[in-house]
Every structure is written in structure tokens, then in C-alpha cells.
């Protein structure tokens, strides 16, 4: 009887692994990527051979990050929409900007964490990358509102930013914004977070419970994967409203792109970035999962998969770089004043 027992236990477990294994391989097979166990296998993705990250243009790009004298009012930072505390999102369906402006598209604000690996920025994808896409929200009129000129004219003059990019660039860098932009993307590029899902993927197979196995595997079984996909789980264009119509499509004008394409948003730190949808009308991460199935892939998805594969997005909470509010240099008689108009 003990033979037949250790027998049977034997077998459950092989048959466990064997399970653990297939749908490791099924998941790689479904277009999932994982970022990578160590640094510097994720800098190879990261990095530019043009414009390699250093140590001191990521501090720099930091401190441009959170200084607000960027905007108009010097009120706004590129952390006030993109908040690092909450999840790299705002927490509010409509963007705000300049004068208590909201995004006049209605578009919800994007999570800044990860989009190193979108293929596209901006809910319309109209920038291919970070440093493109730094200069839109500055100049925004209802965003920052801060022409370009006055951008530089601020950062040139403060003696100790123009240290800071001798530093970074060397004695004869031209403090432009396209450099001032270019450096925010460099912080912007190392916002990566790891996740357990990404341990499973590289091979730790006990990095997911039971659970979030199972809600991964309905995850891919309902077709979440044709859209949330590769290393960001999203960030590419998409055709939008494929098998029904959204139920808030008219929040907001916004349809996407001169093809009707919308950026796939990343499922990364979900649980993080309420409300959800480019204009942020659904609260619920259950209700969203709910309503893609209806909207892209033309199915009615019960409360039950919902759950479960809302247990598995929960495994995509990663790890936050630890970032230190930065201590901003002074600005000077000669920084262009404030303006509220």
C-alpha cells in the first residue's frame, strides 16, 4: 500500500510539472516575453549606442523629470501626470494641465513605467520613441504650455543645470531642448520593473501560485494575448472597437489614429493605473477585462474568468527602482518668470 501511495504521489507530481512546463512553453509560444534576470542583459535592450545611458544623465534627467519650472506655471513636472508614487499614472480619467486644463481629447494619462519597450507613444502613436515623445507634453498647450525657448532659457539660466550637462555631455554640449527632452527620456528608459511573472517566464516555475497559473493560462485561452503581448504585454497599435463598440466611445473625441489604430496600453503594474481605457471611464479591473472581451474580441467573458484572470495580472505588479526626490538647483534673477495665462 505505501508503494502504491508513493507511487501515485510520484505521479501527481510529474503530472504537476509536466502541466508547469506546458504552459510555460504555451505562454512564450502566445508572443509573451519576459525582461530579463540581470542588468545587463536589460540594458542591451535599453541602452543606445547613440546616447548611452550614464549615471549622471540619469540623475540629470531625474531632476528635469520632477522640476516643474519646465511648465509654464512652474507648477507642472513631467511627475504630475506620470506620478512614480502611483504607479506612473495620475489616477484621474482626463488628463490635467496648464490652468486646471483638462486633455480637451479626454485622454487618460499613460504610465510612464516600462515604456522603454512600447513600440509607439502617445494613445495615437504618432512619437516611436521616448525622446520624441518628451517634447509633445511640454509644449502642450494643456499640458506644460512652455515653448521651447523658454525652456531652455530657464535651464541655461541656472548655473548649476549647466554644470550638470557639462558633466553628463562634456564641456562643449549645447543646452538645447531637444538635449533637455533627450535627457528626461535617458531617466525615462530605466523605469523598468520586473515582475514575478517575468521570474516565471526566465524559468522559476514556483514564482506563480496555483492561481495566477490558472488565470494566466484563461488569460491566453481567451485571446488577451493577440493585443497584450511581448515584453510590455502592449505598447503596439492595435485596431480598436474590432467586434463591438465601446460602451463610453463618445467620452471624448478620440478615435485612434488616421487608420483607427490605438496603442495597446501595457498590463503592466494594472492594478496600479485606474481608471482604464484611453479615457479612463472604468474603474473596475474586473469590468475592463470584461469589456475587451466584448469590444476586441467579440465574447462575453464571466465574473468567474474575469477573477481568475485578473488574479494573474496582479503578478504583473514588478519591483519600482528606488527613486530619491531629487534636491533641485535655485533658479536665478535672470530665470524667466512664471506665467499663468
Known amino acids: 500500500m505505501k508503494l502504491v501511495t508513493s507511487l501515485a504521489v510520484c505521479l501527481l507530481g510529474a503530472s504537476s510539472l509536466f502541466a ?4 510555460l512553453t504555451k505562454a512564450k509560444k502566445s508572443g509573451l516575453e519576459a525582461i530579463p534576470a540581470t542588468k545587463t542583459e536589460i540594458m542591451k535592450l535599453i541602452d543606445d549606442k547613440n546616447d548611452p545611458i550614464t549615471d549622471a544623465k540619469v540623475e540629470l534627467g531625474k531632476k528635469l523629470y520632477f522640476d516643474p519650472r519646465l511648465s509654464k506655471s512652474n507648477l507642472i513636472s513631467c511627475n504630475t501626470c506620470h506620478n512614480l508614487a502611483l504607479g506612473g499614472a495620475d489616477g484621474v480619467p482626463a488628463a490635467i494641465g496648464h490652468g486646471w486644463t483638462a486633455n480637451p481629447h ?13 513600440k509607439a507613444q502617445f494613445w ?12 509633445g507634453p511640454v509644449q502642450a498647450g494643456p499640458e506644460m504650455a512652455a515653448p521651447a525657448p523658454l525652456v531652455e532659457q530657464r535651464i541655461n539660466s541656472i548655473p548649476a543645470y549647466v554644470e550638470e550637462f557639462k558633466g553628463a555631455y562634456g564641456k562643449d554640449v549645447k543646452i538645447d531642448f531637444e538635449k533637455i527632452t533627450a535627457t528626461i527620456a535617458t531617466f525615462e528608459k530605466t523605469l523598468v520593473t520586473p515582475s ?3 521570474d516565471y517566464l ?3 516555475e ?10 494566466l493560462n484563461k488569460f491566453i485561452d481567451k485571446g488577451c494575448t493577440s493585443c497584450h503581448n511581448g515584453i510590455a504585454l502592449g505598447g503596439t497599435m492595435q485596431p480598436f472597437q474590432v467586434a463591438a463598440q465601446y460602451k463610453f466611445t463618445n467620452v471624448g473625441d478620440f478615435k485612434g489614429d488616421s487608420n483607427g489604430m ?3 496600453p501595457t498590463l503592466r503594474n494594472i492594478t496600479e493605473t485606474a481608471p482604464y481605457f484611453h479615457n479612463g471611464q472604468i474603474w473596475s479591473l474586473n469590468e475592463a477585462v470584461k469589456e475587451m472581451g466584448s469590444v476586441q474580441l467579440g465574447i462575453q467573458i464571466s465574473d468567474a474568468d474575469a477573477a481568475e484572470i485578473v488574479t494573474f495580472l496582479k503578478a504583473l505588479k514588478g519591483t519600482k527602482p528606488e527613486i530619491v526626490y531629487p534636491q533641485l538647483p535655485e533658479s536665478t534673477i535672470e530665470t524667466e518668470k512664471p506665467s499663468f495665462d
Open 262 to 264: 490605438v496603442k495597446t
Open 124 to 135: 495615437d502613436g504618432r512619437s516611436p520613441h521616448l525622446a520624441d515623445q518628451a517634447q
Open 196 to 198: 514575478r511573472f517575468d
Open 106 to 118: 479626454h485622454l487618460n494619462s499613460p504610465t510612464v513605467y516600462n515604456s522603454v519597450f512600447f
Open 202 to 204: 526566465n524559468g522559476n
Open 20 to 23: 508547469d512546463s506546458s504552459l
Open 206 to 215: 514556483k514564482a506563480l501560485s496555483d492561481e495566477e497559473k490558472k488565470g
